[in-house]
């Protein structure tokens, strides 16, 4: 059995990130970046999940499915990190067609998949 351990890497981590987050949007929930890293090291791990959400954020965009990584949030402004592009519609609408999209309908995206969109925008 296989399991995300410190040694995983950021496309392996973005499968990890993607599982947590689509059950929080099935639940209209967001998360900080200091939750969601909880969640997945078991303890505060600031600075580390800016690429491994890179790797969500361009396969959304890849694959025409709405922004994942908008329910995640800094804990001070409330609002995703400075990379996160705010456009037409507004940050709120985003995130009400990540919460109405149906994630269960869509198979994960596989390490390979997300690495491929990660570097396609690198």
């Known amino acids: 059995m296989r399991k995300f351990n410190p040694k995983a890497t950021h496309p392996a981590r973005a499968v990890q990130a993607w599982q947590i ?41 890849d694959n025409d499915l709405p922004p994942l990584t908008s329910i995640v949030v800094d804990k001070g402004r409330g609002t995703p990190g400075h990379g996160f592009p705010i456009e037409a519609p507004s940050l709120d609408q985003r995130r009400e ?26």
């Not at 689509?22 to 200091?34: D, E, F, L, P, V």
């Not at 990540?98 to 690198?122: C, G, I, N, R, T």
Request: proline share 3%.
């Open 21 to 61: 987050l689509i059950g929080m949007a099935k639940n209209r929930q967001t998360t900080t970046y200091q939750g969601l890293s909880v969640l997945m090291f078991g303890k505060e791990a600031a600075g580390v999940l800016a690429q491994i959400l890179g790797h969500l954020a361009f396969y959304c965009m």
């Open 97 to 122: 067609q990540v919460y109405a999209y149906d994630w269960f309908d869509v198979y994960p995206p596989s390490e390979e998949e997300l690495a491929k969109s990660y570097s396609d925008h690198q």
